[in-house]
């Protein structure tokens, strides 16, 4: 008998069930556009341990505790029909590596689209579309996604032709499953949201915005065993110590990234 489909948010991470009316009541949508509310982030993965930590810390805690994001994972297990929970199997034809089932995974999207309509359904894969600042950007612009993590050779390439919308690589090199990509791709998308970082305008003077690497920065003590911070950046001179960031900006994208299109 197949299982029941139960519940599947297993955790709405860095919210402990106990302080969720108080995290609620301390939701501040004061700085998003009147057009963008909450964003929801749906990570199916059979290892949710895995991938829990890096949103119980620093930007992205703080991004789920302000309401400004839900992030949930999604235990893939739940959906597994036989008594081993497994989902995954031999490859057809044969060769070394067990395949993800589609059947788990067909479940698993089918019953969160059930509740939820989602922008994207995205399948972490090394041959996907590599990701980037613009990417970044085109995502924090979403409303609801699910990144679907997968693990072994894969998932059975049925789930990619028929449920998948987009697929994304962090880079060319593979990992031992996609919780890891998917937790860079929600860093990277999440701190570009209104509201998340505490100075709006940070995100936007970070490297790849205006295929421009960010300046050098430098903080206190001035001279540390003789090393000085460049003298301009004392000044207190607003538009000269602009023009100096500038003009590091394009030297490091050229030196750096010389491939990047540069807006000179
Ligand atoms: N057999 C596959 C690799 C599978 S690696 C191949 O050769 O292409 C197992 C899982 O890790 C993948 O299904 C994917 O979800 C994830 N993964 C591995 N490398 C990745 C990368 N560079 N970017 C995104 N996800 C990756």
């Not at 998917?182 to 860093?187: E, T």
Request: charged letters at 30%.
């Amino acid at each position: 008998m197949r299982r029941e489909k139960k519940a599947v948010i297993i955790h709405v991470i860095g919210q402990n069930e106990k302080n969720i009316p108080e995290l609620l009541s301390r939701r501040d949508f004061s700085t998003l556009p009147p057009d963008k509310g909450i964003m929801r982030i749906d990570i199916i993965t059979v290892h949710p341990e895995l991938i829990k930590s890096p949103f119980e810390h620093s930007i992205l805690k703080r991004a789920i505790a302000k309401g400004i994001v839900e992030v949930n994972l999604v235990n893939l297990r739940d959906y597994a029909f036989n008594k081993h929970k497994s989902v995954d199997d031999y490859a057809f034809g044969g060769g070394a590596g067990m395949v993800m089932m589609i059947e788990p995974i067909a479940n698993c999207i089918e019953d969160l689209k059930s509740k939820v309509t989602y922008d994207e359904v995205i399948y972490m894969s090394p041959d996907g579309e590599l990701l980037d600042q613009p990417m970044a950007n085109t995502l924090s612009l979403k409303k609801n996604l699910i990144l679907l993590c997968g693990h072994y050779k894969g998932v059975d390439e049925r789930v990619r032709e028929h449920f998948i919308t987009r697929e994304i690589s962090i880079g060319n090199y593979v990992l031992s499953g996609g919780e890891l990509a998917a937790a860079v791709v929600c860093d990277s998308i999440i701190r570009l949201i209104p509201g998340v970082l505490s100075d709006e305008t940070s995100a936007l003077t970070d490297s790849f915005q205006d295929n421009l690497l960010a300046p050098p920065v430098y903080s206190r003590p001035a001279e540390f065993r003789g090393w000085k911070v460049p003298e301009i950046l004392m000044s207190g001179h607003e538009e000269k110590i602009r023009q100096w960031r500038f003009e590091e900006s394009v030297k490091r994208t050229k030196e750096r990234r010389p491939n990047m299109q540069s807006p000179d």
